[in-house]
């Protein structure tokens, strides 16, 4: 596979439930980044991961942790959500720390 | 406060026509810019960028114009194709952020 992958595409999760999303990039970059895009909204990033170190955390609600075991994969861990969290979750990557970033297709998450 | 500001949710355009999408920022520290395109359930796609030394970057029929007076940038498709229909994101940086800013995107249809 290349370019930037997401599993799964679709989740529906009720409030209580824990769930985790997956991201995996093939194209050798050191940077990995979380978004969320929710309707009318413009994109927002909530992680960036670096060397595999998380370097920016926007103010992001605990009830998502993520996490970068190597280069290669981030994992976006959830649980306890709120229907206001359905959106896309899209998931990039960069050779180091530039300005052009690589998406995945996105998980669209339905919180109920 | 919205940094990156694009206007107009949407545009129609007949095939053959020329797109011109707009979009305009506030933060004068902002020295690259980026355009991003969008299919309805993918990530977005890296279009075409451009520095702020540059005022045009063009790119087969995608052209990028950077206004730095006027804090004001455009995409020009021309000639548009059915093809081209997408949610377009214009997208800023600068040398002292860490994280690329988008805006809250522009829906492109092109008509046949």
């Known amino acids: 596979e290349t370019g930037v992958t997401q599993t799964p595409r679709h989740l529906v999760m009720g409030m209580t439930n824990k769930k985790s999303l997956k991201c995996e990039q093939h194209?050798?970059?050191?940077?990995m980044y979380w978004y969320k895009q929710s309707a009318k909204k413009p994109l927002e990033l909530m992680f960036v991961?670096?060397?595999?170190?998380?370097?920016e955390n926007n103010s992001v609600p605990s009830r998502f942790s993520p996490e970068c075991p190597n280069s290669s994969h981030l994992f976006l861990h959830l649980h306890t959500l709120q229907p206001e969290d359905s959106a896309l979750y899209l998931c990039?990557?960069?050779?180091?720390?530039?300005?052009?970033?690589?998406f995945g297709p996105g998980t669209r998450l339905l919180v109920l | 406060d919205q940094q990156v500001k694009q206007n107009s949710p949407s545009l129609s355009v007949q095939e053959g026509r020329i797109s011109i999408l707009n979009c305009d920022y506030t933060?004068?520290?902002?020295?690259?810019f980026l355009w991003y395109k969008k299919y309805p359930a993918e990530g977005p796609t890296f279009l075409i960028s451009?520095?702020?030394?540059?005022d045009k970057n063009e790119d087969g029929r995608f052209t990028v114009f950077l206004n730095k007076s006027a804090k004001h940038l455009s995409l020009h498709i021309v000639p548009s194709q059915p093809g081209d229909s997408a949610v377009y994101f214009c997208?800023?940086?600068?040398?002292?952020?860490?994280?690329?800013?988008f805006g809250p995107g522009t829906s492109l249809s092109v008509i046949p």
């Open positions: 990039a990557s960069s050779q180091e720390y530039t300005e052009t970033q690589y």
């Open positions: 194209l050798g970059h050191n940077a």
């Open positions: 991961y670096s060397l595999e170190e998380r370097v």
């Open positions: 933060n004068s520290m902002f020295d690259y």
């Open positions: 451009i520095s702020s030394i540059k």
């Open positions: 997208a800023a940086s600068g040398a002292s952020y860490d994280k690329v800013i």
